[in-house]
């Protein structure tokens, strides 16, 4: 599948425009996502219709916790990233090619869209697993389908995409998971291969968008929890995206390059405490405490969503999803129509 978003230079040479790296390629070479090559002077998708995983998730595992909370989404997925995380959890199928790669399984866009609307009850589909930035085409065939069938799409990303293939992808997308990893750029280039501000400008763009956003950082013990960083990043999150922005602080546990101890459960806490002076939505992920876990009134401190595992339950949100204890507006989204 010829790719969107490159110029055609000198020598056979191509630039990728869709993520910041900006690859100048060679015929016959890969982009630092492996899954993006120069034919001939063109730039080729090699991982367009190439599926590793397709599995109906809770939305909440994406995660999602303000947008259709109990629902059910199916999640697919294929080959290849363009950041190179060390601390990467699916690095089997994001530090891989196509080639490399034994198990993938055809599928065009519409195949994906009749499974979506064949599952009862299903919210619509994520795009996940790896990084969708890098199937970029595939991602945008399946979700214009989709959208048209009244189907959600939700994508879940590393936020490290050009503005122009973002903003093309925006009238189609609904919801976004986006991970920041750090809030330093020492840490994008040494633990990422990439850089933070591309993935500043990724959460703005969202933002004012105003398609549903969410935060993830994993963190990681003495890589990313110094607390004058992580003050600093609740600050630019209030400041720039807004005090309702949900946030998940999520438990690192050793895997892939990065052999460090997991996350104590008193360092999460501490943090979790911190985002809590600056932001009104807060969560734990991938811990045993049920702190953090729950959603709760700004205002009045009443339990609006009470969760279990993946188990929801609706407890305190009326219709018009605000507090049935004192009426304040909760940014959460609750029934199929937007």
Partial sequence: MKAL?????EKGLVRCG??????????????????R???DGLLISENYGKVCSLHLDPIEKKPLYHYYPGRNILS?????????????????ISQTSVKEYPYLKEYSAAMVVELADAEEGN????YTYNEPTVWYEFMKDIATLAAGDGLKNVMVTNGFISREPLEQLLPFMHAFSVDLKAFTESF?????SSRLKPVLETLKSIRKSGRHLEITNLL????????KDFRAMMKWIKEELGEDTVLHISRFFPTYKLIHNATPEKLLLRHYEIAREYLHYVYLGNVSSDQ????????????????????????????????????????????FEL
Avoid at 123 to 126: D, N, Q, R, T, Y
Avoid at 220 to 227: G, H, L, T
Avoid at 301 to 321: N, P, V
């Fill in 5 to 9: 978003f490159f110029i055609e230079e």
């Fill in 18 to 35: 869709l993520c910041p790296h900006e690859c100048v390629l060679k015929p016959g070479q890969t982009g630092i996502c492996r899954v």
């Fill in 37 to 39: 090559k120069n034919v």
């Fill in 76 to 92: 697919v997925g294929t080959v290849g990233c363009n950041l190179h995380c060390r601390f990467c959890q699916n690095w089997e």
């Fill in 123 to 126: 919210l619509g589909i994520a």
């Fill in 188 to 192: 994008y280039k040494h633990l990422t």
């Fill in 220 to 227: 990681i013990p003495d890589e990313n929890d110094d607390e």
């Fill in 292 to 335: 953090g876990r729950d959603t709760s009134c700004p205002k009045c401190g009443h339990t609006l969503i009470k969760r279990s595992g993946y188990r929801t339950s609706i407890t305190g949100l009326d219709e018009g999803s605000s507090c049935s204890k004192c009426g304040e507006k909760i940014p959460v989204f609750l029934n």
